[in-house]
C-alpha cells in the first residue's frame, strides 16, 4: 500500500501519528498498548505506511496457518506459539543481533484480553540485545498512535517494567472496557 493511499484511509478513519519516530536508531522494539481490538492491526498497518520503515510485529502462530498465514508473514509478521515455552526471547535477541537494522512491534499486554500487568518478554529482549524500548501508545479516544521517548533498560526489570507500564496507564483502547489499567 503507498504512504498516500495510507495517508487518506486514516484521515478517512480519524486516525492520526503523532510524537516522533526515531528513524536514527537502527535497531528498537516498538512497546505497543492497550491492544484490544481486532481493528489495531489493519490501523496499525495503515500508521506503518506512514512512518515508511518495514517493522516487524509479534503474533500468535495460529494467524500464520492457512488460509490467510500468508498474508500476515508477508505484512512482516514474527508467529510465536505460545502454547509453550520455546526460548523465543532467545532467538529474537539473536535474530537482533545478527541484523544490521530492525525494528520489531510487540503488543506489552500480549493479548486482546484485560491485564493488569505486561508480559515481560519484550523488556528482557531490548535488555539482552541492547537496543531501546519505543513505547507507542493507542489512544481509541483520540484515534491515534503516539510514540513517546525511547527507553534504554538497564537490567533492573523489577524497577523499569512499572515505570514502562504507567505510560500507558488510564489510556483507553479501541474496546474501553480492555484497555490496560484503566
Known amino acids: 500500500m503507498t504512504k498516500k493511499l495510507g495517508k487518506f484511509l486514516l484521515k ?6 503523532t510524537g516522533t519516530y526515531p528513524y536514527a536508531i537502527d ?22 505506511t ?3 520503515e ?5 503474533g500468535k502462530s495460529s494467524l500464520f496457518r492457512p488460509p490467510h498465514g500468508w498474508l500476515f508473514s508477508w505484512l512482516g509478521g ?8 520455546n526460548n523465543f526471547v532467545d ?16 503488543s506489552g499486554e500480549g493479548s486482546r484480553k484485560k491485564v493488569d500487568k505486561f508480559k515481560t518478554g519484550f523488556y528482557h529482549m531490548a535488555n539482552l540485545s541492547k537496543v531501546p524500548i519505543i513505547p507507542m501508545v493507542l489512544d481509541g479516544i483520540k484515534k491515534e498512535f503516539r510514540f513517546e521517548p525511547p527507553f534504554y533498560p538497564t537490567g533492573d526489570a523489577a524497577k523499569e517494567i512499572p515505570q514502562l ?9 479501541i ?7 484503566t
Not at 532467538?91 to 510487540?106: G, H
Open 12 to 17: 478517512l478513519l480519524g486516525w492520526k501519528l
Open 27 to 48: 535497531k528498537k522494539i516498538i512497546l505497543a498498548a492497550p491492544h484490544t481490538s481486532n481493528w489495531d492491526f489493519p490501523i496499525g498497518i495503515l500508521i506503518r
Open 50 to 52: 506512514q512512518i515508511d
Open 54 to 58: 518495514p517493522i516487524k510485529f509479534i
Open 78 to 85: 514474527i508467529p510465536v506459539d505460545r502454547s509453550k515455552s
Open 91 to 106: 532467538a529474537t535477541v539473536q535474530k537482533i543481533n545478527a541484523t544490521e537494522k530492525l525494528t520489531i512491534l510487540i
Open 165 to 173: 507500564e504507567k505510560i500507558f496507564e488510564g489510556v483507553s483502547g
Open 175 to 181: 474496546k474501553r472496557d480492555k484497555s490496560f489499567r
